[in-house]
């Protein structure tokens, strides 16, 4: 199992650019989450999906969008790119089942500039 | 709201002493608890996780941690710190019945001195 992959590793968008962040895992994991690091706060969740078809917003969406066609894919769109998106983002995965554990993939660092 | 703090942004210790990472989460219900490890450039580990069993739940490489609902507390502890302990350290909280979802602390970098 490859388990939970991003890419790219690392970009540099010129503002009011778009992109697109790729995740995809092998697990069959319903659940799949977006979060974004910024130093000094942790992680927070910008969106979510608890299965093919389905998403929702966390805690700081605007901005982003996503999309879930398949349980393997949950892309994470960035149309018209601002400095304060320049951040860490993680994808994630989890079974479904209560107190299961998310599974994170490597990161994709981006500097918007 | 849930929320976790973590107390601490940056621990400093020496090699063989005793670790010590604070968490204190907000939940009038005991959610379930997790500690994640990152290491440089790296995702998020799971370290060990506390989901209503045992108070003291044992990790990986020799961390535990121990359960307190009367202080709503979660720290993490190792006994002898090794110089690969150092990482940055998240508390997180799951609260019941919102889709597995995880609110983070804000992260404690801790260091390990020779």
């Known amino acids: 199992n490859a388990g939970v992959t991003q890419t790219p590793k690392f970009r540099i968008l010129k503002i009011g650019q778009s992109m697109t962040l790729q995740c995809t895992q092998d697990?069959?994991?319903?659940?799949m989450y977006w979060y974004r690091q910024d130093p000094g706060m942790g992680l927070k969740l910008i969106y979510y999906?608890?299965?093919?078809?389905?998403?929702d917003k966390g805690e700081v969406p605007n901005g982003y969008n996503v999309s879930r066609s398949t349980t393997e894919d949950f892309p994470l769109r960035l149309e018209l790119a601002a400095p304060s998106q320049t951040s860490v983002y993680f994808c994630?995965?989890?079974?479904?089942?209560?107190?299961?554990?998310?599974?994170f993939g490597p990161g994709t660092r981006l500097t918007v500039l | 709201a849930q929320s976790v703090t973590q107390l601490g942004s940056h621990v400093s210790v020496s090699e063989g002493a005793l670790v010590l990472l604070r968490c204190n989460y907000s939940?009038?219900?005991?959610?379930?608890l997790f500690w994640y490890v990152q290491y440089p450039n790296q995702g998020l580990q799971l370290l060990l996780k506390?989901?209503?069993?045992?108070?003291l739940v044992k990790g990986i490489n020799g961390f535990e941690a121990e359960f307190k609902k009367s202080e709503t507390s979660f720290h993490l502890t190792k006994p002898s710190a090794h110089m690969s302990d150092a990482a940055e350290y998240f508390c997180?909280?799951?609260?019941?019945?919102?889709?597995?979802?995880?609110?983070f602390g804000q992260g404690t970098e801790l260091s390990v001195k020779p």
């Open positions: 994630a995965s989890h079974p479904g089942g209560t107190g299961d554990t998310q599974y």
């Open positions: 697990m069959n994991h319903n659940y």
């Open positions: 999906s608890v299965g093919a078809g389905i998403t």
């Open positions: 939940s009038s219900v005991p959610p379930y």
């Open positions: 506390y989901t209503s069993a045992a108070t």
């Open positions: 997180a909280v799951s609260p019941y019945n919102q889709g597995g979802k995880l609110i």
